[in-house]
């Protein structure tokens, strides 16, 4: 079966930082996806990762362990602007597109 | 590039009509997704071609709902008769999949059909 699980919501202070969490089981895995969606927008591409690690794009980042079937988001030095929701997505080998719930991201002046 | 491509941008319509959603995919992409999206369940994926063949409809929720890629440049997704229950964001995707070692396949996203069927 096909499982993502994401916190449903956070909050934290503009400036800080804030990990997003992601826990997978799924049957197959070729990368997994963080999207970043504003209200009544679209999800846009954030980060992917393949290989265990972190991967580092300017304020955001992100970190895979395939083996415990973990990723998270890390955000840094947090906007307003980055009030949003965020969610991982596993890459079936490229034949399908698994996402998880989503976590509604509140940042606070 | 435009981007993913998507009609209409909102609709409204009754009970018992037939609704058609339109997407062109960026040109070049060779899969195409079809998604749900509602507060209660998520992301929902619908339905996926690749090289204009379904390949897996198993999210697309009855017989009411079909999809169509005529080309590679244009699908539809169909809903006859639509029930309030269908009101949800409808989002179509694009990617140009290579094959299991291609490396990143990102997703690319339409702005989204936000339907009301009252």
């Known amino acids: 079966g096909q499982n993502i699980d994401q916190p449903t919501e956070m909050t934290a202070t503009e400036g800080a930082i804030v990990q997003i969490n992601c826990t997978y089981q799924t049957s197959g895995f070729n990368g997994l996806f963080w999207y970043q969606q504003h209200a009544g927008e679209a999800p846009t591409f954030l980060s992917y990762n393949v290989l265990d690690g972190l991967e580092e794009k300017g304020r955001f980042s992100s970190f895979l362990s395939r083996s415990k079937g973990y990723s998270y988001l890390l955000l840094k030095e947090l906007q307003m602007k980055d009030s949003a929701s965020y969610l991982c997505a596993v890459d079936n080998y490229g034949q399908n597109f698994v996402f998880g719930p989503g976590t509604r991201l509140s940042v606070l002046p | 590039d435009a981007g993913v491509i998507q009609s209409p941008r909102h609709e409204v319509t009754e009970m018992g009509q037939e609704v058609t959603l339109r997407c062109k995919p960026i040109s070049g992409h060779n899969s195409l997704f079809w998604y749900r999206q509602t507060m209660m369940r998520g992301l929902e994926l619908l339905i996926y071609?690749?090289?204009?063949?379904?390949?897996?409809d198993s999210g697309m929720p009855e017989d009411r709902f079909s999809a169509k890629m005529p080309n590679a440049s244009f699908s539809t997704l169909k809903i006859q008769p639509s029930e309030p229950r269908d009101s949800a964001v409808y989002f179509c995707?694009?990617?140009?999949?290579?094959?299991?070692?291609?490396?990143?396949?990102?997703?690319?996203f339409g702005a989204g059909s936000r339907l009301t069927v009252l």
């Open positions: 995707a694009s990617t140009g999949w290579q094959g299991p070692d291609s490396g990143a396949n990102v997703l690319t």
């Open positions: 071609f690749n090289n204009n063949v379904p390949i897996d």
